[in-house]
């Protein structure tokens, strides 16, 4: 079987699932990472068995197939060109950059040079999120028409080692957290074509409560409350509020509605969870995700919750895609789809008008049942 060889740029606190995750895949091995800060891709280094190298040595590697950028937003953008003018293919932490027109510069140079761009989220690859999807597919609630989505918490101040970079352009509620939602909506009801939104900042300086930063005040340059509508093309509407205002609250992270029945959607940051639904006005019951891969609690949060968490599998399908010839599910394309959809919001709040979609998008294709990682077909193709 081939392993694709992979690089990763950007050594912080999500690197720590990358690493964790390819080292228990079959189809990929993180070969080499490197970081602005040397020290960080050292420590990474040892931590994880791989070499540290610098950016440049990194790229330069003729058997690293896959980047992966998990870089700040800010950087998103041009570190995923450079990683393209190497010759590779990129995937990136979400959002696909802190602006859309860099965005699409990046999907535009990949597709000049013949090369693939994934992006994260890919938490949608998940079991109740695929099991969701699959109950809308099969008709369980009729024809969807309606929704919510609620993304509320009071920020990240309060946790985070370094949280300056929420608060920045690329940053907010909106681009940090509403990638995951956007894009499970997508996987469950196809394209955007319509938003409308209010934005608000509520508090214009943030104070640092975490360690080692605490007392640090950080200036607020995007939205923290933002209220929107989204229409779709297959003629659903769901109302979306995104906020790091909200001390506490009572709503779902995502309900469907549909002329047959109702959808509750487990939150989209993590791939598990159990999605319910009600048929007419039945009762709630839950929806069997067993069948579907990705689903099993395999971490416990910091306040002792269990989580499922697979954290990389989209580089594994992407992976995988490019030896089979498909495409793959996190694709650039639906990135950037999510991420104009997301700017969309503010846009319409500056403007006072409806903001329609320009990005194409097309609904990723659903994940096969199954168990693991097998499912994408990789000992089929890469044997």
Excluded at 209 to 218: A, D, F
Excluded at 319 to 335: E, F, N, P, V, W
């Amino acid at each position: 079987m081939t392993v694709t060889q992979i690089g990763i740029i950007g050594c912080g606190n999500i690197s720590d699932a990358y690493f964790k995750g390819a080292a228990n895949s079959q189809l990929i091995q993180v070969k080499a990472c490197a970081d602005l800060r040397p020290e960080a891709a050292k420590a990474k280094a040892e931590l994880y068995g791989v070499q540290a190298l610098s950016v440049e040595a990194l790229l330069a590697d003729p058997e690293i197939e896959i980047v992966v950028n998990l870089t700040v937003p800010a950087a998103h953008a041009p570190v995923s060109m450079q990683i393209l003018n190497a010759g590779k293919h990129v995937y990136l932490e979400k959002p696909l950059s802190a602006q859309l027109a860099a965005a699409r510069e990046v999907i535009a140079l990949a597709n000049t040079k013949g090369l693939r761009v994934g992006c994260a989220p890919d938490t949608f690859f998940g079991a109740s999120h695929q099991a969701a999807r699959r109950a809308i597919d099969e008709g369980r609630i009729g024809r969807a028409v309606g929704g919510t989505v609620a993304v509320l918490s009071h920020g990240m101040e309060h946790w985070h080692p370094n949280p300056e970079f929420f608060f920045k352009r690329g940053g907010g509620p909106i681009l940090d957290l509403g990638p995951y939602y956007i894009t499970q909506l997508v996987n469950m009801l196809g394209p955007v074509t319509r938003v409308s939104g209010i934005t608000t900042i509520g508090n214009p300086v943030r104070v640092v409560t975490s360690e080692p930063l605490k007392g640090t005040k950080i200036e607020v340059e995007v939205p923290t409350t933002v209220n929107g509508l989204l229409e779709f093309a297959n003629g659903a509407n769901l109302t979306l509020s995104a906020s790091w205002d909200v001390w506490r609250h009572q709503r779902a992270p995502i309900e469907v509605y549909g002329t047959e029945g109702s959808l509750l959607v487990p939150d989209p940051n993590f791939f598990g969870g159990t999605p319910m639904i009600s048929e007419r006005d039945g009762e709630w019951k839950a929806l069997d995700i067993s069948a579907h891969p990705f689903g099993i609690s395999n971490r416990t949060k910091g306040n002792g919750d269990p989580v499922a968490d697979y954290r990389i599998v989209g580089v594994l399908d992407m992976a995988t895609a490019i030896r089979q010839g498909r495409a793959h599910r996190a694709s650039g394309k639906l990135a950037l789809h999510v991420l104009e959809v997301l700017e969309a919001f503010e846009r319409s709040s500056n403007e006072g008008r409806h903001i329609v979609i320009e990005s194409p998008c097309d609904r990723p294709d659903a994940v096969p049942l199954g168990a693991g990682e097998e499912v994408f077909g990789a000992a089929r193709e890469l044997a």
